[in-house]
């Protein structure tokens, strides 16, 4: 259908998408399979081929920002606990589950066995402007 398991590029994405799943008692404390794999040495996003792990960029998962690389190393930002519950990913799998954490009453990822039957979150990039576009360009095209 197009859609690839979701990623989330923001920490906003994150709460945005886990405060949908709490407010919503059909899903309220199941768990999601998301976009992430482990395929050895850290996590990253499936699709976009982004780390997930603080280790590589703290600022780029926390704030959604790109930090250039200085002569001195720069400042971690500052985290909520959820936000470090969310880099500290446990688990010994290697897929990326969002599971619902009944004592912190909220989300958290923990990796796990890829073949565990889960719920899952897909995204979607609606390209429909971009397939019309197109096609009028080749039909301007095609008339010269």
């Not at 482990?38 to 982004?50: D, E, K, T, V, Y």
């Amino acid at each position: 259908m197009g859609a690839h398991l979701a990623e989330f590029e923001t920490s906003g994405e994150y709460k945005d998408v886990a405060g949908f799943l709490m407010n919503h008692q059909t899903f309220k404390g199941k768990d999601f399979w998301l976009g992430g794999l482990n395929p050895g040495l850290l996590w990253i996003w499936s699709h976009s081929a982004r780390p997930i792990n603080p280790d590589t960029n703290l600022a780029d998962v926390v704030n959604g920002t790109t930090t250039v690389p200085t002569k001195k190393p720069p400042k971690k930002p500052q985290l909520s606990q959820t936000d470090e519950k969310l880099l500290n990913i446990a688990g010994s799998g290697r897929c990326l589950r969002l599971t619902f954490d009944a004592s912190a009453h909220n989300y958290t990822y923990y990796g796990q066995d890829c073949s565990s039957r889960q719920n899952y979150i897909c995204e979607f990039v609606d390209r429909s402007l971009e397939n019309e576009i197109s096609r009028i360009s080749r039909e301007l095209f095609a008339k010269k």
